[in-house]
């Protein structure tokens, strides 16, 4: 069943705005435990397929969930998180999965405001599901 990432965020009666979608990413990935990782790790809950995390710098993390099909590994979802600590907000940066691949910063001082509100409420919505099926780190 697909579920429109978009109206899903309609919770207790009103739309989320960006910021409330932002901190909730960033109160997900803290829950996760994605700011402890140093460099890279993998939480697995089986049978799902492990989450990878990579730390790409002090302000950018990496997610993506890599299952495998045929014997071919391949991103699904594979995504770029900046996030802001003092803010306690985070925003994707970049998507990919198969073939496709969505940057919300396309050039130097452009946006793609369709990409970052699409991937945003979608991110929100996939970190969810990830804690609900027990990805958490150092549990």
Known sequence: MFINPIL??????????????FQSIYQKM?????????QYAVI??????????????DDV???????EEEGVMYADPD???RVDHQKKTAEPLTFQVLEE?????????KVDLKARNELAHFLD???SDLIQKGFIRNQ
């Open 8 to 21: 899903s965020t309609i919770e207790r009666g009103y739309r989320k705005t960006m910021q409330d979608v």
């Open 30 to 38: 803290a829950k996760i435990g994605v700011f402890d990782v140093r």
């Open 44 to 57: 697995e809950s089986p049978p799902n397929v492990p989450l990878c995390i990579d730390k790409l710098s």
């Open 61 to 67: 993390y990496a997610l993506s969930q890599n299952p």
């Open 79 to 81: 995504m770029e998180i």
């Open 101 to 109: 691949k969505r940057v919300v910063y396309p050039a130097p001082g």
């Open 125 to 127: 919505n996939w970190l």
